[in-house]
């Protein structure tokens, strides 16, 4: 494959990457393009990137590093999901954002995130857990707990509270939920699927999500009755009995992207 052939099929990827970081299409092309051009000048710089992706990327950063400018959001998002993502890390230091999105968006490994920015491995890990602890800093919310088994609507009231949010209430039954929500809307909520009264989590979501947009997590023993392909799928659903982690990490990411809608 020849050098051009090797730029072209890493290009979507680098375009990506750059949209991402810089929060614009039109800001991360410009980046782009300046890596493109510098090549061309840089005998030196041309010859490295027939490495493949890593020394692409390793070039690239190194024209964002000499140029870096505070990027406002141009609003060249195209879906919700992707508004909520720059929303989030446009609250990340370049640093760290460089890091996260490397080893998350890109998937290298740190070793290779390591070798694009010019740093350790270990330097790498630290700054991908300060960027987390960063957004988890900026989206602590209100989250209500549709739940009907008292142990585990308060294992989940513990495990919000240990993630630095509060819980704005918590409801075994549809009317419950009703009843919390008539007065405004939480952050994020938790549900479960069959309530104490035989009235359905799902009814009660869709009350809620007819007064405003809120991420949504469903938490089931019966996830066959959301995954049937007659409507559509929730984004995050966890299966009972659940592992704390699991539900951590669907609490970040529903956070993280600020919307219950499938992804795309």
Not at 24 to 43: H, I, K, Y
Request: charged share 20%; hydrophobic share 45%.
């Amino acid at each position: 494959m020849s050098l051009g052939q090797q730029v072209a099929t890493n290009l979507p990827f680098l375009r990506r990457y750059a949209r991402a970081l810089t929060g614009s299409q039109a800001t991360g092309d410009a980046f782009v393009r300046a890596t493109l051009e510098a090549a061309l000048e840089d005998e030196e710089l041309k010859a490295s990137l027939d490495g493949g992706r890593i020394p692409l990327y390793r070039a690239f950063n190194k024209v964002w590093s000499s140029a870096y400018l505070q990027i406002e959001n141009e609003g060249a998002a195209s879906s919700e999901h992707e508004l909520g993502a720059q929303d989030s890390l446009g609250t990340i230091t370049p640093l760290n954002r460089q890091a996260l999105l490397l080893t998350t968006l890109e998937d290298f490994s740190a070793a290779q995130a390591a070798e694009i920015m010019d740093l350790e491995p270990s330097e790498i890990e630290a700054l991908v857990s300060e960027a987390v602890s960063e957004i988890d800093r900026e989206q602590a919310t209100s989250v209500l707990i549709i739940e009907d088994e008292p142990l585990i609507s308060m294992q989940l009231e513990d495990m919000v509270q240990s993630l630095g949010h509060e819980v704005y209430g918590t409801a075994a039954t549809r009317t419950q939920a009703q009843e919390i929500v008539a007065n405004g809307n939480p952050g994020l909520v938790l549900a479960d699927i069959q309530l104490a009264d035989g009235s359905s989590g799902l009814d009660a979501v869709d009350d809620i999500l007819a007064i405003g947009s809120v991420p949504v997590i469903f938490i089931t023993a019966f996830p066959e009755r959301l995954l049937t392909g007659d409507r559509p799928e929730p984004t995050y659903l966890v299966t009972k009995p659940f592992e704390e982690r699991t539900v951590r990490a669907a609490i970040s990411q529903a956070l993280f992207f600020g919307s219950s809608k499938p992804l795309a």
